[in-house]
T-cell receptor, first 112, second 118 residues
């Protein structure tokens, strides 16, 4: 499986934008870039995913580099409820591989 | 709420006892996953079902672990002769089949079952 590299931790202030980076230099053409987050004492929840183009949804935006070797999850205005571990995962679509492989993720702290 | 449901949420047991966890996936989701998560680590894949068929098992799933999904709906994960190293959060997730072939891999997780082995 292609791997991702994320910083162990990041800190932000409430109501400021947050840019969470992810490197995936060995990504293949059919790998989707997924982001999940895990709030304290909860299971992971889906945030956003993309393949080549930037994506926006109600939770966040995903900016994908032109060469697809890196991506950035953008939280436009961080709130205290956004404090969580954020996982960047490559998902190989198709074939018989339907599982997500999680790394350690980035622990985001949001200061009031 | 029709999310993924896991029971029990917490289980404390003595070493050597057997424990069973149950997962009720979102209705009509034909894919079901079990993951294990220890403190400070991301979830680790254990096993995967498509309907009632167990299609993949991780090497982490020793002979003491068994998972079933008898009718393609709920699933159980049993751990026999528990060891202290089995203490972890056991997470279940489900995913729908994408008929259009756009299998984008979104998983819906439950809140997990926390196991403590004394």
């Amino acid at each position: 499986d292609a791997k991702t590299t994320q910083p162990n931790s990041m800190e932000s202030n409430e109501e400021e934008p947050v840019h969470l980076p992810c490197n995936h230099s060995t990504i293949s053409g059919t790998d989707y870039i997924h982001w999940y987050r895990q709030l304290p004492s909860q299971g992971p929840e889906y945030v956003i995913h993309g393949l080549t183009s930037n994506v926006n949804n109600r939770m966040a935006s995903l900016a994908i580099a032109e060469d697809r070797k890196s991506s950035t999850l953008i939280l436009h205005r961080a709130t205290l409820r956004d404090a969580a571990v954020y996982y960047c995962i490559l998902y190989h679509s198709g074939g018989s591989n339907y599982k997500l492989t999680f790394g350690k993720g980035t622990l985001l702290t949001v200061n009031p | 709420d029709t999310g993924v449901s896991q029971n029990p949420r917490h289980k404390i047991t003595k070493r050597g006892q057997n424990v069973t966890f149950r997962c009720d996936p979102i209705s009509e989701h034909n894919r079901l996953y079990w993951y294990r998560q220890t403190l400070g680590q991301g979830p680790e894949f254990l096993t995967y079902f498509q309907n009632e068929a167990q299609l993949e098992k991780s090497r982490l799933l020793s002979d003491r672990f068994s998972a079933e999904r008898p009718k393609g709906s709920f699933s159980t994960l049993e751990i026999q002769r528990t060891e202290q190293g089995d203490s972890a959060m056991y997470l279940c997730a489900s995913s729908p089949r994408r008929l259009a072939g756009d299998n984008t891999g979104e998983l819906f997780f439950g809140e997990g079952s926390r196991l403590t082995v004394l």
